[in-house]
């Protein structure tokens, strides 16, 4: 049996009125990336920052590598790399000085060159972090979370604002990080980013876990059907498409519709002899294979949104 990373058991925070975690429960494997995913507003943050020690849980228990919340040692927080969404820079200092700033943090650290070309910053070293796009500071960020080659990673929505290319980067700056040994947590709100890169993923909404596994077992659970998606012109018979031959169920979202298929030629068939009859208009359609964002669709009745 694996060791475990990371244990949370009944996690709960309430600010105010809101309950932003709602007695979260997972364990992280050593070695394992582990994905929470959700909307902002979820619960992700809050659930990391308990993790992290940086605010107090009203109930729950946490072991982080072993040892109980709220007994981390100086050593075990030496093994431990932290990314979060709002990171404070000396504006003045440039890349390779802030790297070499956490380095001295550490008793054990990686080259201050080999961690800046990790995250693709090799032509802004010697740029000040003022003077860096939101991206690049991002990236920087990240940069700083895996200075002092920690055991245990914690990514807080580490691609927003990066451009395609450099998330995809990114990416494989994690899948190395699990080569090496490592177990790392990121949230994310990117469905295809959760796909890609998690061994298990804990979907979140509104403080709660509502579903917890393998991407790839969460869609085989939830859907063995193809997804067909348009746009309707005008109102969309609802009853006649969700009787079309193959379609086992409809979801609707601001009026759009998504159909679930076992027979995706039949029920293509039907859609178009709507359209010949005059009672469906449509554009943009697009037919594809269910994916996490039709399990959160299924679950919550909406897409993810930033």
């Avoid at 920052?49 to 109930?59: F, K, N, S, V």
């Avoid at 060159?113 to 860096?132: F, P």
């Avoid at 949230?187 to 579903?211: F, K, N, P, S």
């Avoid at 009787?243 to 759009?256: C, K, R, S």
Wanted: glycine share 8%; proline share 5%.
């Amino acid at each position: 049996m694996n060791q475990m990373a990371i244990e949370v058991h009944d996690l709960c925070k309430r600010y105010g009125d809101t309950l932003a975690a709602d007695g979260v429960t997972f364990s992280i494997a050593a070695g394992e990336i582990f994905g929470l995913l959700g909307p902002n507003g979820a619960g992700k943050t809050t659930t990391v920052e308990c993790i992290l020690g940086l605010r107090r849980p009203d109930a729950g228990r946490i072991v982080v590598l072993g040892i109980e919340h709220g007994a981390l040692s100086r050593q075990i927080r030496a093994r431990v790399g932290a990314q979060l969404q709002t990171t404070g820079l000396y504006p003045r200092l440039t890349v390779r000085e802030l790297v070499d700033l956490f380095a001295c943090l550490f008793p054990r650290a990686l080259p201050t060159d080999e961690v800046i070309e990790m995250v693709g910053l090799q032509e802004k070293a010697g740029t000040r972090s003022k003077d860096l796009s939101g991206g690049q500071r991002q990236r920087l960020a990240v940069a700083l979370a895996l200075v002092n080659d920690p055991d245990l990673i914690f990514l807080d929505e580490p691609t927003t604002g990066l451009d395609p290319q450099a998330r995809r980067g990114l990416w494989d700056v994690i899948r190395a990080q699990k080569r090496a040994g490592k177990t790392v947590l990121f949230t994310t709100h990117y469905m295809e980013e959760a796909e890609q890169l998690c061994d298990r993923v804990a979907v979140m909404d509104h403080g709660r876990i509502i579903a917890l596994d393998t991407p790839e077992a969460l869609i085989n659970r939830h859907f063995q059907e193809t997804a067909i998606e348009f746009v309707p012109l005008g109102e969309p018979p609802h009853e006649r498409l969700t009787a079309l031959p193959g379609v086992t169920q409809m979801i609707l979202e601001d009026g759009h519709p998504t159909l679930y298929s076992t027979d995706v030629p039949r029920t293509m068939a039907g859609l178009f002899e709507l359209v010949t009859e005059g009672r469906l208009a449509f554009k943009d359609m697009t037919v594809r294979r269910a994916t996490l964002e039709d399990v959160f669709l299924k679950l919550t009745g909406r897409r993810i949104r930033a």
